[in-house]
């Protein structure tokens, strides 16, 4: 013991010198270590959840090279974050190249702690990058990982004498967690609805080429991420695009004007002559929900296709002789929702990522609150139209708790030099709703009018019995107002 402590005594000197500048380095790359250099690497979220174990040196490599001389008996201490360590494992530290010295190991600290004692003689610092320490036999735990969650390995070395206290730190980020597949809106959906064409078609320009609108969706597939899976069709790959937004106009594709069966339901091939998802050789199919979702399940052949075209062609540019019975077709934004799965995996790409938006040529006004009470409270709300352009009036009405009462409901026609009063539509969809008037019901109106926004002035307002039936306007966006 008197000669470890005299041995304690001389490296207290040396390490007074060194200061605490110096530090030892941990890495995955041996090239690095020493450097300010540190690549961690990228791990598969569903493929590390899956294996659930990682083993130091078979899958991962943990280097560890010390900066000053590791004193005999002193204590190596190596932690994990955002992993725990199998306590059940005898981990060793196997020096490298022409590395000398060695490590004991001596015990765990719970889960996130693994203990090695210096040998004797100490460890010396050896130049070069190849002289280190390798972990080996290690488990790592990482069945519990997250999506940008970190595997984070340190060390520090704990002297025996306690002026020394800790000294030769090391910190390194080995893993950063992240799903293998992504998804990405590379070309949104961005076509305009054309008012002039009834809203049957979108404008041409330089979005849309004869009367066709098209989205491509990019998957990022991260197959050299560490424990990546195999996504094929030797697994069965599937990817399924759920696209919100409004793709009513769809279910026209199910009417005899346009090639359907006109039995009431839309199926897989009728949709695709109006939305068809194309890439290099995987195969499609397709399905509208109640809420006009689109779905659009991709099937892999060979490897998965990673970009993916969705067209959109409206009924009234397939066959103009029948555009009047073609469905108006409305502006709004979309978002997707991806996932995939294997014979033995799923994946959550996305949820609700951004690919697009449809605008409107025409004029869509907010108004952002009317109330409405038999008795008390009335609702004014008409549509100008100074124009040269007829054109529908379509409703969207929406109760205080977010609750549709009526969507894309039409209002009438708003002719050029006209005034329309759509109160009583509003009323009305109150009514069919369910609501009762007796009671006092808030709400909001976004207006819709197929002319030119320029050309329409929305006038909106309520009536009070008890203040003297004085109107209060309600401020929208097609102009500020007063009284």
């Known amino acids: 013991m008197k000669t470890v402590f005299t041995k304690t005594l001389i490296a207290t000197a040396a390490l007074a010198f060194i200061g605490t500048a110096n530090a030892a380095s941990i890495r995955n790359i041996d090239t690095e270590l020493g450097t300010s250099t540190a690549t961690s690497l990228n791990g598969s979220l569903e493929g590390l959840v899956k294996v659930g174990t990682l083993t130091a040196q078979t899958d991962v490599a943990i280097l560890l090279k010390n900066s000053v001389t590791n004193v005999e008996q002193d204590v190596l201490v190596i932690t994990i974050a955002g992993a725990k360590f199998d306590t059940t494992a005898t981990p060793s530290l196997v020096a490298q190249g022409t590395q000398t010295g060695g490590y004991d190991f001596f015990d765990y600290q719970g889960e996130d702690t693994i203990r090695f004692r210096v040998k004797t003689g100490g460890v010396p610092v050896v130049a070069g990058t190849a002289q280190h320490f390798q972990l080996q036999g290690a488990k790592l735990k990482v069945g519990s990982v997250t999506s940008g969650s970190k595997v984070t390995v340190s060390s520090k070395v704990q002297a025996l004498n306690t002026v020394i206290g800790e000294y030769d730190k090391a910190s390194f980020d080995l893993v950063k967690v992240r799903p293998q597949l992504s998804v990405e809106a590379t070309t949104p959906f961005k076509a305009t609805v054309a008012t ?288």
């Open 196 to 483: 002039a064409k009834a809203r049957k078609e979108f404008v041409a320009n330089s979005d849309v080429t004869a009367g066709v609108e098209s989205a491509v969706l990019t998957l990022t597939n991260n197959s050299s991420d560490l424990k990546a899976l195999t996504v094929a069709a030797g697994t069965t790959a599937k990817v399924t695009h759920v696209v919100a937004g409004d793709f009513g106009f769809v279910r026209d594709a199910d009417k005899a004007d346009f090639g359907g069966n006109a039995n009431g339901s839309v199926n897989s091939a009728e949709i695709a002559t109006i939305v068809a998802a194309t890439a290099t050789d995987d195969t499609f199919t397709y399905t509208l929900s109640a809420d006009n979702k689109l779905t659009v399940t991709q099937t892999a052949v060979g490897t998965l296709d990673t970009a993916v075209t969705l067209t959109v062609t409206p009924p009234a540019v397939t066959t103009p002789a029948k555009a009047s019975s073609a469905s108006a077709i409305n502006p709004g934004k979309f978002l997707a929702t991806v996932t995939a799965s294997t014979t033995d995996s799923s994946f959550n790409i996305a949820a609700d990522a951004d690919v697009g938006a449809w605008t409107i040529d025409g004029s869509v006004v907010k108004v952002p609150y009317l109330v409405l009470q038999d008795g008390r409270f009335g609702t004014v709300v008409t549509v100008s139209n100074s124009g040269s352009r007829t054109g529908e009036v379509l409703l969207d009405i929406v109760d205080e708790a977010g609750v549709s009462i009526a969507s894309a409901l039409n209002a009438g026609s708003s002719a050029p030099g006209t005034i329309v009063n759509v109160s009583g539509k509003i009323k009305d969809a109150l009514v069919a709703k369910g609501k009762d008037l007796k009671l006092v019901n808030k709400f909001s109106v976004t207006v819709t009018t197929n002319v030119p926004a320029a050309d329409v002035l929305v006038y909106s307002a309520y009536t009070d019995s008890q203040n003297g039936g004085e109107r209060a306007i309600v401020n929208n966006d097609s102009k500020v107002q007063t009284k």
